[in-house]
């Protein structure tokens, strides 16, 4: 992978009244699930107020506009462009009329989880609306169902933003990644087509007459593999068809009620399918609305629904009790006013005084401030920077000398609009050295004057205490643009300020760690907000909408798109506006990002979601052992680490014209363990279920490819051990021998397959696995003061990323840990770490529940299910992090930590509460090997209940003291 951007990870943040709410249930509710509906009292301005639905291969984001229109997008899984993009289907509008949703009416628009759908209610009395929207969960079908007690009439209407050809350029190409790097191969958007109305129907498609699969192929050396692997793009065909009892079509793409009824059905059809030619695929779009309609409407709902509800029975987590409290992480950078701590992001305008405090001022003192007022200037002022005059360069602190700010390149002091300042053109900053008093633990207030000048995108830093790239200490900046933004540690909070330029403004950010709450002012007035909950429910509720989202993508034709999934809406990034189908890092599938969801689904019995992942693997295994012998000549197979679904990287990875075999990209040129995790979490998989077919037909033969290909691929050294060299530790360290990665893997997986080929009397297998599992090196190891710690790799050299490779051992490899023993080295590993985080992709939570650290997996988890993107409504729209919006990685890895806090396995022993903060109650349901699941009430500091499916199992369970 590129150099990823920095973490971005926003906090849900209010602006006026009904951003979000969570329904509460009633005292005694008989339904629990019912607290975790989403539910919203006014309605969206577009379609970042969008709320997600599916069946797990079509979805929808479903939104209410101002002006009472209901509109939402229609994705699939399988919508796969010429150029490999993940497209939206189309946009559809519902009007009703009279229009009962129209501002100042009654309004509420509910995501009911337990039946698996959408309800909008709008009007009073008998004008009263409800409408509700539902993906039937065991057919291809959406239905949209209005009724109310009187008549009125209802309009639907297609909407398309294909219309003609254009090229990507610039940023939105980002979203046809695998494609850019070349000014040779245009990427070209190519329109949709809308059929001529008949029927009364509305009938439209996307049909690829074009292909980059095969220019993809010639370019990574693969061409004479075309006609073994026909392309997967070519004739491929998606798109739907909209029919309802009483509407009439008007055009081609508008149906309207003939005359005004009580209710009204609405069914639309959507179809992805590989066909020769579009009349083909029009015949099979009349064939599946002709099954559809064989079930009658009440029929497919009950089903809908029972398919639902054995989802939420199958597993559940629920929490409750006290936050932990969310510290500001300190380092000993210094602080910087005006740029980043790698000098760059610099700020641009005017800045006439600064300060920082300790605490966290209140609402009344901010104002005060802002108004130039006095407040109690003793109580926690850390510094005061007032820029009026510097000598030799420096500007004094008049709280306390040692903190004076010195001038590093040039900052002019001047008089600009009545004010004494500074004038930084982005050709200077002021830089406070490293001092204790600078590091602030549990909350802080940084404020400031400020006029600033037009930036670009990245925004210019005001106050920076933070080490670039990470969410430690605290900053205030203007991104993106003339925003306003604040990150610590708990998270990001951020505002669309719209700063007049050269305008004097002051602007103020507090935190407050009892509680994890920030707060953004201009000019005194709050203006943003992290929404703060009071008890560990924010847990629970960011598990269910996470799961949600699982559910409602996850059961497609391919794997989860960790980028957004198919919930992306419109995208605004700096001062441009891409539409629905853009994604930042495109349509590959990047293991490092795609397999978070999946390690989140063992445990809550997700099986069924996790069969496209496995699926697009087994599909791809004959391309990439081809691809192997090709390149190196020798058996087995890799799996790239960005990979489109057919199996090869992106050209923009490969190299355009590149000789290979190995990438230009050097973040992933040798970084291949992909092949060995899938292979564990296969193996993890096989040991819940049981599943001889799966074993038989789908894992081993994985296993195999994976073990061969690392068996043959490098040379024995001396003593007869596999070196692995070159090589590197996943993106991080670019020059490697024996990278912990695949050592920890390696032992792992082959630990596990010698004794299933001991089984099924496989010597041969047995002994060529043990043999392979007997010339690995030992994982490297160093010990320093009597204390041992796990290494990156035996020699490492070249950083570039941000990942901890040592802590594969941990997780997913699960060699050290709690369950696992060799605790105390896995433990000195964590506290050595470079890189201590959470949010996206970064697995810190996961590792710690595995290592038993209950308060700092509490911690982690409480931050991922706090924050979201900024810029979107439901509350489970994380991001975007080092990816897209909605973040699939950051709600996922909280929910496989939060697992692990409560439930981990070793052989067939099951260790309950292993890192479980004593002042949380929680009730669970998690699965376990051999087919086993747990479910248990810890309250009060007491396991109340405890129910172990099958009984016998009951003995193999472990309880652990909660810490």
């Known amino acids: 992978m590129e150099k990823k951007d920095s973490i971005l990870v926003f906090l849900i943040f209010l602006v006026g009244l009904g951003v979000c709410a969570v329904a509460s249930g009633a005292e005694g509710t008989r339904e629990p699930l019912d607290q975790y509906n989403v539910v919203w009292e006014t309605a969206s301005k577009d379609s970042s107020g969008s709320m997600p639905i599916g069946n797990g291969d079509i979805g929808l984001n479903v939104w209410v506009e101002e002006d009472g229109d209901i509109v939402f997008y229609i994705s699939k899984t399988d919508a796969w462009s010429e150029n490999a993009r993940l497209l939206k289907l189309g946009k559809v509008r519902v009007k009703v009329s009279p229009n009962p949703f129209e501002k100042g009416k009654p309004f509420k628009q509910t995501l009911k989880l337990r039946q698996g759908e959408i309800e909008i209610t709008g009007g009073t009395a008998e004008r009263k609306v409800t409408l509700r929207v539902w993906v039937d969960a065991n057919q291809q079908v959406i239905r949209v169902e209005a009724k109310s007690k009187r008549a009125f009439n209802l309009e639907m209407r297609l909407e398309v933003w294909r219309k003609s050809e254009r090229e990507l350029k610039g940023g939105e190409a980002n979203s046809a990644?695998?494609?850019?790097?070349?000014?040779?191969?245009?990427?070209?958007?190519?329109?949709?087509?809308?059929?001529?109305?008949?029927d009364e129907r509305i009938m439209w498609y996307h049909r690829n007459e074009k292909s980059c699969y095969p220019i993809t192929m010639t370019n990574q050396h693969l061409g004479k593999l075309l006609t073994k692997y026909p392309d997967p793009l070519m004739g491929r065909t998606f798109g739907g068809c909209i029919k309802g009892d009483g509407l009439k079509a008007v055009g081609n793409q508008t149906l309207k009620s003939g005359k005004a009824r009580k209710r009204f059905v609405v069914s639309i059809y959507p179809l992805t399918a590989q066909t020769k030619r579009s009349a083909d695929w029009l015949r099979l779009l009349e064939r599946q609305i002709t099954a559809i309609d064989a079930t009658d409407l009440e029929s497919a709902r009950a089903a809908h629904r029972k398919w639902w509800d054995g989802f939420w029975n199958r597993s559940w987590i629920r929490v409750s009790g006290a936050l932990p409290a969310q510290e500001i992480t300190t380092n000993m950078l210094p602080l910087r006013i005006g740029a980043c701590s790698e000098g760059a992001n610099r700020f641009a305008g005017y800045i006439s005084r600064a300060r920082l405090f300790s605490r966290a001022l209140s609402e009344q003192e901010v104002a005060l401030l802002a108004k130039e007022q006095q407040i109690n200037l003793n109580d926690g002022l850390v510094s005061d920077w007032s820029f009026k005059n510097s000598r030799e360069g420096v500007f004094r602190n008049r709280v306390d000398k040692k903190l004076a700010a010195k001038v590093v390149g040039s900052a002019e002091s001047v008089e600009y609009k009545g004010r004494k300042c500074i004038r930084l053109a982005g050709d200077g900053y002021l830089e406070v050295a490293y001092h204790p008093r600078l590091n602030l633990t549990q909350a802080c207030t940084l404020e400031a004057w400020i006029a600033p000048d037009k930036h670009s995108g990245g925004g210019g830093r005001i106050i920076d205490k933070s080490k670039a790239g990470t969410s430690n200490a605290y900053l205030l900046d203007t991104y993106p643009g003339n925003s306003l933004r604040m990150i610590v540690e708990a998270g990001t909070l951020g505002y669309d300020a719209k700063f007049k330029l050269g305008e004097w403004v002051h602007v103020a950010a507090t935190y407050e760690g009892r509680g994890g709450q920030s707060k953004l002012y201009i000019n005194g007035k709050p203006v943003a907000s992290s929404v703060t909950e009071a008890d560990a429910s924010i847990v629970s509720r960011g598990y269910v909408l996470q799961r949600w989202i699982n559910a409602c993508g996850g059961r497609g034709a391919y794997p989860i798109k960790?980028?957004?999934?198919?919930?992306?809406?419109?995208?605004?990034?700096?001062?441009?506006?891409?539409?629905?189908?853009?994604?930042?890092?495109?349509?590959?599938?990047?293991?490092?990002?795609?397999?978070?969801?999946?390690?989140?689904?063992?445990?809550?019995?997700?099986?069924?979601?996790?069969?496209?992942?496995?699926?697009?693997?087994?599909?791809?295994?004959?391309?990439?052992?081809d691809k192997t012998r090709i390149y190196y000549k020798h058996d087995g197979a890799f799996f790239p680490e960005t990979m489109y679904f057919w199996g090869t990287?992106?050209?923009?990875?490969?190299?355009?014209?590149?000789?290979?075999?190995?990438?230009?990209?050097?973040?992933?040129?040798?970084?291949?363990?992909?092949?060995?995790?899938?292979?564990?979490?296969?193996?993890?998989?096989?040991?819940?279920?049981?599943?001889?077919?799966?074993?038989?037909?789908?894992?081993?033969?994985l296993a195999e490819a994976t073990v061969t290909f690392y068996d043959e691929h490098w040379e024995r050294d001396e003593k007869g051990k596999i070196r692995f060299e070159p090589s590197q530790a996943l993106e991080t360290w670019w020059e490697c021998v024996n990278p912990t990665p695949e050592v920890a893997g390696l032992m792992s997986v082959l630990r596990r397959l010698v004794v299933i080929a001991k089984r099924a009397n496989n010597e041969s297998q047995r002994a060529a696995w043990q043999k392979t599992l007997n010339d690995l090196s030992p994982l490297p190891i160093k010990t320093e003061n009597g204390k041992s710690f796990i290494l990156p790799a035996e020699t490492f050299?070249?950083?570039?990323?941000?990942?901890?490779?040592?802590?594969?051992?941990?997780?997913?490899?699960?060699?050290?840990?709690?369950?696992?023993?060799?605790?105390?080295?896995?433990?000195?590993?964590?506290?050595?770490?470079?890189?201590?985080?959470?949010?996206?992709?970064?697995?810190?939570?996961?590792?710690?529940?595995?290592?038993?650290?209950?308060?700092?997996?509490?911690?982690?988890?409480?931050?991922?299910?706090?924050?979201?993107?900024?810029?979107?409504?439901?509350?489970?729209?994380?991001?975007?992090?080092?990816?897209?919006?909605?973040?699939?990685?950051?709600?996922?890895?909280?929910?496989?930590?939060?697992?692990?806090?409560?439930?981990?396995?070793?052989?067939?022993?099951?260790?309950?509460?292993?890192?479980?903060?004593?002042?949380?109650?929680?009730?669970?349901?998690?699965?376990?090997?051999?087919?086993?699941?747990?479910?248990?009430?810890?309250?009060?500091?007491?396991?109340?209940?405890?129910?172990?499916?099958?009984?016998?199992?009951?003995k193999d369970v472990v309880r652990m003291q909660p810490q």
Not at 668 to 697: P, S
């Open 562 to 625: 960790f980028n957004g999934s198919i919930f992306t809406v419109d995208a605004k990034i700096g001062n441009e506006h891409y539409d629905g189908d853009y994604r930042r890092w495109g349509g590959m599938f990047w293991w490092q990002n795609t397999r978070l969801p999946y390690w989140s689904m063992l445990a809550t019995g997700d099986f069924d979601l996790m069969q496209p992942l496995f699926r697009m693997y087994k599909d791809v295994l004959g391309l990439c052992k």
């Open 177 to 198: 990644r695998g494609l850019t790097g070349t000014n040779t191969y245009p990427i070209i958007v190519y329109p949709d087509t809308i059929v001529p109305s008949k």
């Open 649 to 701: 990287n992106g050209n923009c990875d490969y190299g355009w014209g590149h000789k290979g075999p190995e990438t230009v990209n050097r973040y992933i040129r040798r970084e291949w363990q992909g092949g060995i995790e899938v292979t564990a979490m296969m193996l993890d998989y096989y040991r819940i279920t049981q599943d001889e077919k799966f074993l038989r037909e789908t894992l081993l033969p």
């Open 797 to 954: 050299s070249v950083r570039r990323n941000s990942e901890n490779p040592e802590l594969y051992a941990v997780f997913p490899y699960r060699l050290y840990g709690r369950a696992a023993g060799n605790l105390e080295t896995g433990l000195e590993t964590w506290r050595r770490r470079i890189v201590k985080r959470t949010g996206g992709w970064t697995q810190d939570a996961i590792q710690a529940a595995y290592l038993g650290l209950a308060e700092d997996a509490s911690r982690y988890v409480t931050e991922n299910f706090s924050s979201k993107d900024a810029g979107s409504r439901f509350p489970a729209f994380w991001g975007p992090n080092f990816d897209w919006i909605p973040d699939q990685d950051h709600g996922c890895v909280a929910m496989t930590a939060l697992q692990r806090m409560l439930l981990q396995a070793k052989g067939w022993r099951i260790l309950q509460l292993p890192a479980w903060p004593k002042e949380w109650d929680v009730e669970f349901k998690l699965h376990a090997p051999l087919n086993t699941t747990v479910e248990g009430v810890y309250r009060e500091g007491k396991l109340r209940q405890l129910k172990v499916t099958p009984q016998s199992r009951a």
